[in-house]
T-cell receptor, first 113, second 112 residues
Framework: EAQVTQNPRYLITVTGKKLTVTCSQN?????MSWYRQDPGLGLRQIYY???????DKGDVPEGYKVSRKEKRNFPLILESPSPNQTSLYFC????????????FGQGTRLTVV | SQQGEEDPQALSIQEGENATMNCSYK?????LQWYRQNSGRGLVHLIL?????REKHSGRLRVTLDTSKKSSSLLITASRAADTASYFC????????????FGRGTSLIVHP
């Protein structure tokens, strides 16, 4: 089954404790991206990757890091989480052509206290 | 920056009525997509319309695109309570990264 898998689904952590949210897709998609969703703000893009070892900043990259060592995986790293990073996070992937839909993971609800 | 902006922000209708949501965007696009999100869940793709298309249908969904006005509309006909969700438009810019840029969404409530 074609899917994007995020882990964990829920996470409560403390300020400053490094964490990683994993994202994996099984569709051989070139493009992957991370979004955060906050009430009243919709989905905002954090980082995206157009292929292995190619990443770029989205609209709200501060406080986040990503890596794309393999085509299927695109982890989101918070080196020193802060309360303002409490949010619902989504990973998405898409074929390179841009003429097809994006597939989304089920989301990771992160709370930083 | 967010490319698409949906209107209205919230819409409440009775089952059986039609629901219309609009999306405006700022720059030239390659295509525009509509997604649906049930509360707290991942987004599900509904329909994609290319910049050279003006109208597209899928079941009870009808999407129009007016590139001269930089706007799109999503019409859900004969709505059902199960259509209750948030709806987002997403654009892919011409010559861009092909990563969709989303608006803030329209929250649709369909009362049984």
């Amino acid at each position: 089954e074609a899917q994007v898998t995020q882990n964990p689904r829920y996470l409560i952590t403390v300020t400053g404790k490094k964490l990683t949210v994993t994202c994996s897709q099984n569709m051989n998609h070139e493009y992957m991206s991370w979004y955060r969703q906050d009430p009243g703000l919709g989905l905002r893009q954090i980082y995206y990757s157009m292929n292995v070892e190619v990443t770029d900043k989205g609209d709200v990259p501060e406080g986040y890091k990503v890596s794309r060592k393999e085509k299927r995986n695109f982890p989101l790293i918070l080196e020193s989480p802060s309360p303002n990073q409490t949010s619902l996070y989504f990973c998405a992937s898409r074929l390179r052509t841009g003429l097809t839909e994006a597939f989304f993971g089920q989301g990771t609800r992160l709370t930083v206290v | 920056s967010q490319q698409g902006e949906e209107d209205p922000q919230a819409l409440s209708i009775q089952e059986g009525e039609n629901a219309t949501m609009n999306c405006s965007y700022k720059t030239s696009i390659n295509n525009l997509q509509w997604y649906r999100q049930n509360s707290g869940r991942g987004l599900v793709h509904l329909i994609l319309i290319r910049s050279n298309e003006r109208e597209k249908h899928s079941g009870r969904l009808r999407v129009t695109l007016d590139t001269s006005k930089k706007s799109s509309s999503l019409l859900i006909t004969a709505s059902r309570a199960a259509d209750t969700a948030s709806y987002f438009c997403a654009t892919t810019s011409s010559g861009g990264s092909y990563i969709p840029t989303f608006g803030r969404g329209t929250s649709l409530i369909v009362h049984p």
